[in-house]
């Protein structure tokens, strides 16, 4: 991957940064966190949200090393089977490059996908650059209002995930109550900071926090997403576009509601 540190993670001085209209809480959210810490789930949950609620909305899968698309839903709940990566091999990142090759659900109109095939990798396809992946946002942002991008934890060599984290409109930095989880940021948090495009837009999520966790050491966090069976199960059945109905799920779900408010005002 032809990813060059210095000059992924450097914003260019000159560069205009639009103010953030008030009003409208439309915009592109970038899920990231520690490995395992709960992203793919979070991204899918909160898309799945929005398009209960009649919002039109593209969730693209970043991850590269185990291609998540096929493993949210079940395969027949798919109307197509496309690539991202023939998205991101292309020259110029196009409207309708990426409307021909975004994936639809047959019962879902209002959700689309993006992610590598299975049994893809990033060598399946030519090397992207930053060029692509920022024409491929752009190009999102025309095509929905609401975009999610589940993000890799590598970033340091995930051009795709770390161009998300610092082009969107707000980030997601989700956090397990562990040791490993704290380390990750501590590592990976210099990397990005300074360079998202509004600090301000940055939440700190606990997640999959379950009751006998001590939580305290985590700091203040934005929002606190608990650990479900049901969701386990969900996640496991390859069927977490399905609605939580139990205790447990609806707890979850519930903090997604909240986050889905904050973040996109529905
Ligand atoms: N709130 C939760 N309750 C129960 N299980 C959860 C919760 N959040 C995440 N999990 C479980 O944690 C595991 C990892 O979740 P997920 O794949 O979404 O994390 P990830 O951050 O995307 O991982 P990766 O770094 O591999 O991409 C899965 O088994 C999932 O079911
Ligand atoms: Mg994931």
Redesign the pocket.
């Known amino acids: 991957m032809n990813f060059i540190k210095n000059s992924i993670f450097k914003r260019k001085p000159d560069e205009d940064t639009p103010e953030p209209s008030t009003s409208d809480c439309s915009g592109v959210l970038a899920v990231w966190?520690?490995?395992?810490?709960?992203?793919?789930?979070?991204a899918v949950k909160l898309a799945k949200h929005l398009a209960d609620h009649k919002k039109n909305v593209a969730l693209v899968f970043a991850?590269m090393t185990?291609p998540m698309l096929h493993c949210v839903c079940p395969s027949s709940a798919l109307e197509c089977d496309r690539s991202l990566g023939s998205i991101l091999a292309a020259a110029h990142v196009t409207e309708p490059l990426v409307k021909n090759n975004c994936v639809t659900l047959k019962k879902n109109p209002h959700l689309i996908l993006l992610g590598l095939k299975s049994g893809e990798n990033e060598y399946s396809y030519p090397p992207c650059d930053q060029q692509q992946v920022t024409e491929l946002i752009a190009s999102l942002r025309e095509l929905t209002p609401y975009v999610i991008i589940?993000c890799?934890?590598y970033i340091a060599s995930d051009i795709l995930s770390a161009v998300s984290i610092m082009e969107a409109d707000s980030v997601l930095r989700?956090i397990n109550a562990d040791a490993k989880s704290a380390s990750y940021f501590d590592s990976q948090l210099p990397l990005v900071q300074g360079n998202l495009s509004d600090a301000d837009k940055l939440y700190k999520v606990g997640?999959?926090l379950k009751p006998n966790q001590a939580v305290e050491q985590l700091g203040g966090m934005a929002f606190r997403?608990?650990?479900?069976?049901e969701?386990?199960e969900q996640?496991?059945a390859q069927d977490l576009l399905a609605d939580l109905c139990l205790k447990d799920g609806k707890a979850?779900q519930k903090e997604i509601a909240r986050i889905s408010k904050e973040v996109f005002g529905v």
């Open positions: 966190g520690s490995p395992g810490s709960g992203k793919t789930t979070v991850d185990a589940d890799g934890s989700l997640s999959n997403l608990p650990y479900s069976y969701l386990e996640f496991l979850f």
